[in-house]
T-cell receptor, first 116, second 115 residues
Framework: DAGVIQSPRHEVTEMGQEVTLRCKPISGHNSLFWYRQTMMRGLELLIYFNNNVPIDDSGMPEDRFSAKMPNASFSTLKIQPSEPRDSAVYFC??????????????FGPGTRLTVL | AQTVTQSQPEMSVQEAETVTLSCTYD???????LFWYKQPPSRQMILVIR??????QNATENRFSVNFQKAAKSFSLKISDSQLGDAAMYFC????????????FGQGTRLTINP
């Protein structure tokens, strides 16, 4: 089975540009999570969806960040305008959400974003 | 809010030896889950082992086992017969058993395996 797919794997952009990160969750998983990893703050949740509906977006840093999940097989995280402090690795994860311990979150390979 | 603390930024072990990584957490909940994830240089986050808080028995997965002390809120990972491929960052994570499904991560421990 294919795991969580993220694209692009690497993104280099200039300050002020719009950045869109993409994620395809594992088929059949109905929860999707976006995490950000930085040296200063470690791994932190940005937002998560259940059945395509945003449940908790309290980790989204500011209005420059937005996330959508138009269907069960696709999600985007958009940063507009981007700033150098947004440089980080962005992970997407998905899980089955059956209310069980086996609802493990499976992570994608991450997108390394560099904003110059 | 729940917090997870890994007090060892770095650890090293000789190949074939045993090493234990520490993790403590703070929560007022009684129902929750704990996880150890491994992040090798490829940066892929890989689940190593998980523990349900209601289970007294410590989880094991081949060479990996945990020492779960619920009263002390401690969740350490033991790696036996360390192999070069075990070299990675290891993250301890907490997830509530009710409501919020997000993982709360510790800061990580970088494990080096010496040949």
């Amino acid at each position: 089975d294919a795991g969580v797919i993220q694209s692009p794997r690497h993104e280099v952009t200039e300050m002020g540009q719009e950045v869109t990160l993409r994620c395809k969750p594992i088929s059949g998983h109905n929860s999707l999570f976006w995490y950000r990893q930085t040296m200063m703050r470690g791994l932190e949740l940005l937002i998560y969806f259940n059945n395509n509906v945003p449940i908790d977006d309290s980790g989204m840093p500011e209005d420059r960040f937005s996330a959508k999940m138009p269907n069960a097989s696709f999600s985007t995280l958009k940063i507009q305008p981007s700033e150098p402090r947004d440089s980080a690795v962005y992970f997407c994860a998905s899980s089955p959400n059956r209310g069980m311990a086996t609802d493990t979150q499976y992570f994608g390979p991450g997108t390394r974003l560099t904003v110059l | 809010a729940q917090t997870v603390t890994q007090s060892q930024p770095e650890m090293s072990v000789q190949e074939a030896e045993t090493v234990t990584l520490s993790c403590t957490y703070d929560t007022s909940e009684s129902d929750y889950y704990l996880f150890w994830y491994k992040q090798p240089p490829s940066r892929q986050m890989i689940l190593v082992i998980r523990q349900e808080a209601y289970k007294q028995q410590n989880a094991t997965e081949n060479r990996f086992s945990v020492n779960f002390q619920k009263a002390a809120k401690s969740f350490s990972l033991k790696i036996s017969d360390s192999q070069l491929g075990d070299a990675a960052m290891y993250f301890c994570a907490y997830r509530s058993g009710q409501g919020a499904q997000k993982l709360v991560f510790g800061q990580g421990t970088r494990l080096t395996i010496n040949p």
